[in-house]
T-cell receptor, first 117, second 117 residues
Framework: AQKVTQAQTEISVVEKEDVTLDCVYE???????LFWYKQPPSGELVFLIR??????QNEISGRYSWNFQKSTSSFNFTITASQVVDSAVYFC??????????????FGKGITLSVRP | ETGVTQTPRHLVMGMTNKKSLKCEQH?????MYWYKQSAKKPLELMFV???????ENNSVPSRFSPECPNSSHLFLHLHTLQPEDSALYLC????????????????FGSGTRLTVV
């Protein structure tokens, strides 16, 4: 069974602060995929990153960075110098490698980030 | 535009109505999904279709009936819904390879916000 835990529910920061969103996952599979999505107030889910279990390199994309630690089953997301436009709900998600006919994506409960001017 | 189009964007229906939600993907993906997002609840997987075949029904009540006529189109037929079914319904597609056990990522539509009165 696959499970994603986002222990933080709501985070509020002032603009230009750095913020880290935590994600812990559970899976029995050795091959799996981790994702982060952003959901702004308009509702659509915006893809941010996909990482497979064999690639533990951390990734940086502009103000966004991700820290993948297999030893602690964590895939944390850091926003540097946050901006008001970063205000949204952020979801971490896990998909075990497709087997048979199964290819489902399991989400955490999401973290509501509010960035104040 | 993400490549996954959902219509309508908003829908208000009475409990005795019958309506359908439509999802269309132009990405050449081979798997499609319905998710439900209720207020203050995590995203819940409802149905999974791989290569047009339903491979997952996550204990969804029979008042929700999915249909996947081809790999590009997915419908969710609704009848005799309850007020608690009011939610954001999200469609997604992905490209999976069962042979390689690879998932190349999920793309979501903008969702249909359903209100049952």
């Amino acid at each position: 069974a696959q499970k994603v835990t986002q222990a933080q529910t709501e985070i509020s920061v002032v603009e230009k602060e750095d913020v880290t969103l935590d994600c812990v996952y559970e899976t029995r599979d050795t091959t799996y995929y981790l994702f982060w999505y952003k959901q702004p107030p308009s509702g659509e889910l915006v893809f941010l990153i996909r990482r497979n279990s064999f690639d533990e390199q951390n990734e940086i994309s502009g103000r966004y960075s991700w820290n993948f630690q297999k030893s602690t089953s964590s895939f944390n997301f850091t926003i540097t110098a946050s901006q008001v436009v970063d205000s949204a709900v952020y979801f971490c998600a896990l998909s075990e490698a497709p087997t048979g006919a199964n290819s489902k994506l399991t989400f955490g409960k999401g973290i509501t980030l509010s960035v104040r001017p | 535009e993400t490549g996954v189009t959902q219509t309508p964007r908003h829908l208000v229906m009475g409990m005795t109505n019958k309506k359908s939600l439509k999802c269309e993907q132009h990405l050449g993906h081979n798997a499609m999904y319905w998710y439900k997002q209720s207020a203050k609840k995590p995203l819940e997987l409802m149905f999974v279709y791989n290569f047009k075949e339903q491979t997952e029904n996550n204990s969804v009540p029979s008042r929700f009936s999915p249909e996947c006529p081809n790999s590009s189109h997915l419908f969710l037929h609704l009848h005799t819904l309850q007020p608690e079914d009011s939610a954001l319904y999200l469609c997604a597609s992905s490209q999976v390879s069962f042979a390689r056990r690879a998932n190349y990522g999920y793309t979501f539509g903008s969702g249909t916000r359903l209100t049952v009165v």
